[in-house]
């Protein structure tokens, strides 16, 4: 899934990839615009509209809206796998497919050990449904590192269950945009979890088995690169 401002390049790279054998498509999500604290249409140091990419709970409907998700299941696809860009040792992983299998569940979501200072969704019941709670939404008084697993944002899906139109919450995220305050709305996948039945799969995060080591900046990859290099030629990848 790209977003507008990297849907060209990405499609063009995919398109010199891509084989009859491994064909690679992509799909853009969607587009939205940021406001002022007011509610009006923020404009950005220029005078223009300011455009956002509302998050990736845009996944299932903008893979709907495409025709992508059509053609895999026309084609006898079941499993889909979805995982963040910056994450480089979430790779497909014939284990983690069989187990969501076995497990029966529409949703399988990868969690991984917390270390310090990491923050992110967790798995928790909610009126007795377990599902991915984002940090933001539990109670202020309960002590999140009672959980000690959290949200990779690596999921397995099963093709048939997502092929639905979900009510996603629209969070509003505060950001600064050109100095200014602006308001943009977004959809967080991990939400599916409250509509789908889950499975979560407590994956780990160090040595060739490692399947969560983001990379949020350039300094990480440096820092990160000696684990990610073992981990994917432990798996052949490299």
Request: one cysteine or more.
């Amino acid at each position: 899934m790209t977003s507008f401002a990297t849907d060209d390049v990405i499609r063009q790279m995919a398109e010199a990839l891509s084989t009859r054998r491994c064909p690679i498509k992509t799909f853009p999500q969607l587009i939205s615009l940021r406001v002022t604290p007011d509610g009006e249409l923020f404009e950005d140091g220029a005078g223009a509209l300011s455009c956002h990419a509302p998050g990736h709970g845009d996944l299932t409907f903008a893979l709907r809206r495409s025709g992508i998700l059509k053609d895999f299941r026309d084609r006898g696809g079941r499993v889909l796998m979805m995982s963040n860009v910056d994450n480089l040792t979430a790779t497909l992983d014939p284990a983690v497919i069989g187990a969501h299998l076995e497990s029966g569940a529409a949703l399988t979501a990868e969690m991984a050990p917390k270390e310090p200072g990491d923050q992110g969704g967790a798995p928790a019941r909610v009126d007795g449904k377990p599902q991915i709670v984002e940090s933001f939404r539990f109670p202020k008084d309960f002590d999140q590192e009672r959980i000690p697993v959290f949200n990779t944002n690596t999921f397995v899906l099963d093709a048939e269950a997502i092929d639905a139109d979900f009510p996603l919450t629209w969070f509003a995220v505060n950001k600064t945009v050109d100095d200014k305050p602006a308001v943009q709305f977004e959809r967080l996948v991990g939400e599916l979890t409250a509509f789908l039945e889950p499975a979560f799969l407590r994956v780990e995060r160090h040595g060739p088995d490692a399947r969560f080591q983001p990379i949020k900046i350039p300094e990480d990859l440096h820092k990160e690169l000696p684990g990610i290099v073992k981990a994917l030629e432990a798996r052949g990848s490299l």
